[in-house]
């Protein structure tokens, strides 16, 4: 009788796939008490305790608190964006009906209360982390605004508008639809009404279109 040849994982060593599931559930975990605590007042103590687990194989994956605070908030900032193949699924043949839809769902995502909290932690710690806001931009927004690109120069290829930077044009309507009102709203500033939020997208898409608008129509149209 042939004896099998299955390679099986060693007695108490995980496997891989257990190795990353552990992974996300220690940065899930981590997220939420620095969110709760913020980062002075969390302790990498308390943090292994609630995952059963010692604080040297925290030390032993993560270096330190630091690492493991913007690990952690790496993982947040692509949950509390859309993704590209999610943004892209709200492409129209309509202009202003595509860029009403990107500009939804960006606040949407923003405004959750993980997204919230993320924002805040962000905003707070940014004196002690300036680099919080490059890899926020890297990882949350830039995949928004190449998005929107693509569908403006799709736009500019049939001859619908005038696109001069792209790159540029796309951040800047990124900007006045979505982080106005956002910004507002964190604040306290701006209310968060269904219908003044929609108000606000949609006269931002009329706005940025207008100016998009080719020279030669824009100048017969009536002042």
Do not use: W
């Not at 270096?63 to 900032?77: I, Q, S, W, Y």
């Not at 919230?116 to 927004?141: A, C, D």
């Amino acid at each position: 009788m042939s004896r099998s040849t299955t390679t099986r994982p060693k007695a108490g060593r995980p496997t891989a796939a257990q190795a990353q599931k552990r992974h996300v559930e220690i940065l899930d975990k981590a997220l939420k008490v620095f969110l709760k605590k913020g980062y002075d007042l969390t302790t990498l103590d308390e943090i292994a305790a609630s995952m059963h687990m010692t604080k040297r194989t925290i030390y032993t994956n993560y270096g330190n608190k630091e690492a493991l605070f913007k690990t952690a908030l790496e993982k947040a900032f692509v949950e509390c964006a859309p993704s590209p193949e999610e943004l892209r699924a709200l492409i129209t043949d309509d202009l202003a009906t595509t860029l009403e839809a990107i500009a939804h769902n960006r606040v949407s995502h923003f405004l959750t209360p993980k997204g919230r909290s993320t924002q805040r932690i962000v905003n707070s710690e940014t004196h002690r982390f300036p680099e919080l806001l490059g890899v926020f931009y890297r990882l949350s927004t830039l995949p928004t605004i190449v998005v929107i690109k693509e569908v403006l120069e799709h736009h500019a290829e049939l001859g619908d508008i005038y696109l001069e930077r792209p790159d540029t044009t796309a951040a800047l309507f990124l900007s006045m639809a979505v982080g106005v009102p956002a910004r507002g709203i964190m604040t306290g500033i701006a209310n968060n009404d269904i219908k003044d939020l929609d108000d606000h997208i949609r006269y931002c898409v009329q706005l940025f279109l207008h100016g998009l608008t080719k020279p030669e129509v824009r100048a017969k149209t009536p002042a």
